[in-house]
Every structure is written in C-alpha cells, then in structure tokens.
C-alpha cells in the first residue's frame, strides 16, 4: 500500500533559506539570564561562540587543533572559551551550560565521549591519511566537564537536525517536521536524522555516519576511518583535494569554480560526486520514508544553487511511490548551522 506523504505537494515552492540573523530574531535571547558557550568543532575548524540576553556574540575561531597529546583539541576549547568570554566582557563562571556539536563518531569511556573522527584522528587510517597525528580518540568531554558545569556533546549531525527543525529549514507553519534529516556535505559528510517524530541517537550517538558507507571499489579514494570506497572518502572536501589535486584542482572550491566555468573534465568530476551524493541522498529517503532533507556545510553552501539541482536529478522521478512529495532544500540557517547546532543542544 502507498501511503500519500504530508503536504507539501511536488508542486510547493520550497522554503526560502532564512539568514542567519533573520533567524537570530526567531530565538527569544531574552530568557537567557547566564551565558551559553556554542561550540561548533569540524575537521578543519573549531569556533566558539556565547549565547546571552543580547544573542549570539562573540564568535572566535581557529584551525582545529590536531597535534600533541590528544588532550590537546579539548584545551583548545577550553582556552577559546576564555577567548570567547573576554571578547564580550563575560566571566568564564556565569556560563550555566556549554553546548558541544562535533563531527563524531563518538566512543564513550566512562560514559563520556571521545571523537574518533576520521579527519582529526591520524591513528584511524594510519599515515597514508597524512593527519599529523596518531590519535584513535580525542579526548573532549571529560576535560570540559571538569571545567564547566553543565556539558552536553552531540554528533553536529543531530545537532544541526535540532536547529534546522526549530529554527531552519525543516519545518512547515512553524511545526517541526516528522520525517526529515540534515546533511553536512563539509570537510567531511554528516547526517541528522529524524523518523516518526524521534531523532534517531543509537547505541553511542552515532546514527546518521552516513558517510561511511560503502558505494564503491575505487581504490583512490581512502576516507580517514580507513575504508576505501565509501561516501566520504569519494566525495568530502578532503577527499576532493587529495583525489583531484594531481589534476590541477588544489581543494573542492577550484574543482567547483571550474565546473561551473564550463570546463569540460572538472564538469564531468563533479557531475560523479554529485551522482554518488545524490544517490546517497536517494537511499536515506527510500530507507526511512523521508519528507524533506536540508543541506549545509562548507562544500556545498558555497556552491549550492549549481549542486543542488544535479543532486535533485537522482531523487526526482526515481520510484516515484517512495520520492514523490520529498523535497531537497538548502539549510534554512545557512553557513550560521553550527552555531545554532550547538545552541540547540542546550536551549
Ligand atoms: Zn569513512
């Protein structure tokens, strides 16, 4: 039996992307009598922000921190809070909580997370990675739980799913939606998740690592979790600079600037990332009957009205009993989703 998905029809414009700001009045900041830190910690970058009664402020960030002990990303935060703090006039002891949205996949020890992530732990995929580093983990919550009073880390995934339905894109008259997911197509690939209501978790935080399945045999494409052939290690920003820069396209941007100036064989690279991206895309919506999916995340932002109609190509029309209905969109809260991510996690 086919069942007919919620509106909004095939037909119905897609929702407009709120900037950031725009959205910043939707949040009532007022409520907050003590500074929230909004941590936002990627592959490449880490940025720390403060949330209080006059809204998001003080935004300070830096290169994600990859040598030393590993220990030492997490001090990297603590000091940036400090940062933070001073930048704004605010006192590290008023923060009431820290919101902590991270690429993951999370491992927990003692009930606290580390980061196994494969764009910032050398120690996962060994030296063929180039990662300075021979970290399994990154420590992250224990140093900040003996810091800060109330600390809550999650997958950026979840995170930015969380602010796309309360603030962003995925939601319809106000309401979250029921069945929907974010993806981050960034340094690396990640997903939110959100089924019947629930925004799927799993047995460590990890649900939505999407990236890491396996689409393909091709060798060149070794992701740093150690496998070859999977989503990210074809298609994330760190795999487009080491898969392509022999070709003449130094990192994601100059192979997307080139596509889009017409040249023929950076055309046809990205007409391939997209194909494996969008049927990615296909696959999570078949798999958990999704209605709406927003997309973020520095690789595609950037270059989002060129992608996001060759992404649609491997959705629309293909088993049009499970896709019809479904709808692919930019992040509603734009290049601000992690600051809001983290936000989300503690509001
Ligand atoms: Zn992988």
Not at 42 to 48: I, R
Not at 108 to 129: F, K
Not at 240 to 249: D, E, N
Request: charged share 15%; aromatic share 4%.
């Amino acid at each position: 039996m086919v069942v007919s998905p919620v509106q909004p029809t095939p037909s119905a414009p897609s929702p407009s992307p709120v900037s950031g700001a725009n959205s910043a009045s939707l949040i009532d900041f007022s409520s907050l009598t003590h500074p929230l830190a909004c941590i936002d910690i990627g592959g490449t970058k880490v940025a720390v922000s403060m949330a209080d009664r006059h809204g998001i402020r003080g935004r300070v960030s830096e290169p994600t921190c990859k040598q030393g002990s590993n220990d030492a990303l997490a001090r990297q935060i603590i000091r940036l809070v400090g940062q933070s703090c001073a930048s704004v006039g605010l006192a590290v002891e008023d923060i009431s909580a820290v919101g902590v949205s991270s690429c993951g996949p999370f491992v927990l020890r003692d009930g606290c997370v580390e980061l196994a992530a494969p764009n910032i732990c050398g120690g996962l995929a060994g030296p063929a990675r180039c990662l300075p580093n021979t970290w399994i983990t990154a420590v992250l919550e224990a140093p900040l739980r003996a810091v800060f009073p109330h600390v809550r880390v999650e997958n950026d995934g979840i995170g930015a799913l969380e602010a796309e339905r309360r603030w962003g894109a995925l939601q319809i008259n106000g309401q979250p939606i029921a069945n929907c997911a974010y993806l981050t197509w960034s340094t690396g690939i990640g997903v939110g998740l959100c089924v019947d209501g629930h925004i799927l978790r799993g047995k460590n935080g990890n649900a939505g690592h999407a990236g890491h399945l396996f689409v393909s045999d091709n060798n060149d494409a070794l992701c740093g979790c150690g496998n070859v052939g999977d989503v990210e290690g074809l298609v994330a920003g760190n795999a487009i600079a080491r898969r392509f820069s022999a070709a003449g396209y130094a990192d994601a941007a100059a192979l997307l600037e080139a596509a889009k100036s017409g040249e023929k064989k950076a055309l046809a690279h990205v007409d391939e990332l997209c194909r494996v991206m969008g049927r990615t895309l296909y696959n999570l919506v078949v798999t958990l009957d999704l209605q709406r999916i927003s997309i973020g995340g520095s690789v595609y932002w950037h270059h989002r009205e060129f992608l996001l109609p060759r992404l649609q190509a491997h959705i629309s029309g293909k088993f049009a009993a499970l896709t019809d209905g479904f709808e692919l969109v930019s992040a509603g809260l734009g290049d601000k989703v992690g600051d809001y991510a983290a936000l989300a996690l503690v509001t």
